[in-house]
């Protein structure tokens, strides 16, 4: 036996076995083998833990040497950025990907949030759980964002990203990140892991000269109002301020306001923000982007805010006043948002372009992911839940609302006659399945009339809005 951090593996394979691996398919056996002893081995511990690791015990090659396969699973050091960014420039860029990596090219990846697969030393597989805050029915809670998932494509096919996705959720539940969000690259391939699809946003181009009636209202300005345009890279305190301080945060809404400040000025660098201010106080923002000018001009809002309607006519004023050398701008706005009430005269056809990544979401932490959510009327439900994955979750729980809250605490009856999956009680905090559609995924079995009308009340479907992709 060998003790190891949690953070990693190692898995001896014998010379002989790779020797005689002589053709594909056997090679693919040695792989898959090989991925399922290190998947169940992999699992995160709290700092300071350690785990014991079996190791097979290495055969002599026939010149007596012997020969051993390390595998390892971790987050990477300062001296791995520029291989973790290679890994991932190969897998999500065109062209020949020769460019020298640059300081800038790294600044982004924060080594907490970067975990990689090694094979003898070597970087094959990638992720990234990113640090993020999210409204949940207008209540903030700490999520973990899955992104940059890349795997080599001679290592694909071999469980490296099963394994990536494992330690991913030890992180969360060692960092207190409740829930999990991710845009997928196919969504079947991240439902295995009980996430559920909720929607993306909508797109829409509209010409300016439809939205000119706000004009009135900004020439000339009045005093009282003010327009403050700067560089997005210079304002985040600012907007992330005005943002979590809205009156009704947008359900789903993620934010990132403990990343550093490279990663938001990477993620900025191109872009604007208009501040909309009453008396000093900013009634109203929007990050926006400019390209081309006169005819081919175009202006592309990627977030808008707003605490009240006065302040939405002052913003969209200031847009049109881009009209001359601007004809058209592009807002991202969310599902079912009737933005043909804000224009005037569109007679021009506009377009609208639905996001096709829709944002895939997941519970971590049961109770804390419950905590707080509002209820509208007072009840309790007992049921148990199933969690493949994240097994700290699966067990007996009573759903009790009381003086306008949620909270779920565990319970010790084990008889329950609701039993639910993760996927449903994912569904059910995210808004995005209405009840029928749940039990009729088999995500939620038992219910009967009262404690389906209770589900309803407390979990109303709902459409996210999260405008920033990560």
Not at 233 to 241: F, G, H
Not at 255 to 260: A, F, K, L, M, N
Not at 414 to 427: H, N, Q, T
Request: proline share 4%; glycine share 6%; charged share 25%.
């Amino acid at each position: 036996m060998r003790v190891r951090s949690p953070e990693r593996i190692t898995v001896t394979v014998p010379e002989t076995m790779l020797a005689e691996a002589s053709t594909v398919k056997l090679r693919c056996e040695l792989s898959r083998t090989l991925s399922r002893t290190a998947k169940s081995f992999v699992s995160l511990l709290p700092k300071g833990e350690s785990q014991n690791l079996c190791k097979k015990s290495p055969e002599r090659s026939r010149r007596g040497r012997l020969r051993t396969t390390d595998m390892e699973i971790r987050k990477i050091t300062l001296d791995e950025k520029v291989e973790f960014r290679t890994l991932l420039k190969y897998c999500f860029t065109s062209g020949s990907n020769d460019d020298a990596i640059t300081a800038s090219d790294v600044s982004w990846i924060t080594l907490d949030e970067a975990f990689a697969v090694f094979i003898d030393g070597t970087i094959v597989s990638a992720l990234r759980n990113i640090n993020f805050k999210q409204s949940i029915r207008g209540v903030l809670k700490d999520m973990g964002g899955i992104a940059s998932v890349a795997t080599a494509p001679e290592y694909r096919r071999q469980g490296h990203i099963k394994a990536l996705m494992k330690a991913a959720f030890g992180d969360m539940k060692h960092k207190g990140q409740v829930v999990s969000a991710l845009h997928p690259f196919k969504e079947s391939f991240y439902a295995a892991y009980g996430y559920v699809t909720t929607n993306a946003w909508i797109d829409v181009k509209i010409p300016s000269h439809s939205i000119a009636h706000y004009l009135d209202g900004v020439r000339p300005l009045d005093s009282h109002w003010q327009f403050e345009r700067v560089k997005a890279i210079d304002v985040k305190a600012e907007v992330l301020s005005f943002v979590t301080q809205l009156s009704t945060m947008p359900h789903g809404l993620v934010i990132d306001p403990e990343r550093p400040d490279e990663v938001w000025q990477n993620h900025h660098r191109n872009s604007r923000v208009i501040f909309v201010k009453k008396t000093g106080k900013t009634q109203a923002i929007a990050k926006y982007t400019k390209k081309g000018q006169l005819e081919t001009g175009e202006i592309v809002i990627r977030e808008m805010y707003w605490q009240n309607l006065e302040a939405r006519d002052k913003l969209f004023g200031f847009f049109a006043l881009h009209q001359d050398n601007c004809p058209y701008i592009w807002m991202r706005v969310p599902f079912g948002t009737n933005f043909r009430s804000w224009l005037r005269d569109a007679m021009t056809p506009f377009e609208t372009k639905i996001y096709y990544r829709p944002m895939m979401v997941r519970v971590i932490d049961v109770e804390k992911a419950v905590e707080s959510l509002p209820a509208v009327v007072d009840g309790e439900i007992s049921f148990a839940l199933q969690d493949n994955y994240c097994n700290w979750n699966t067990g007996d729980y009573q759903l009790i609302a009381q003086s306008g809250q949620l909270k779920a605490v565990r319970a010790k009856d084990s008889s329950r006659k609701i039993i639910m999956k993760i996927e449903g009680l994912s569904a059910l905090v995210y808004g995005a399945l209405s009840i029928p559609e749940i039990v009729h995924r088999g995500w939620l079995t038992g219910l009967d009339e009262k404690t389906t009308e209770l589900l309803e009340h407390w979990f109303p479907t709902t459409l996210v809005y999260n405008p920033y992709y990560f």
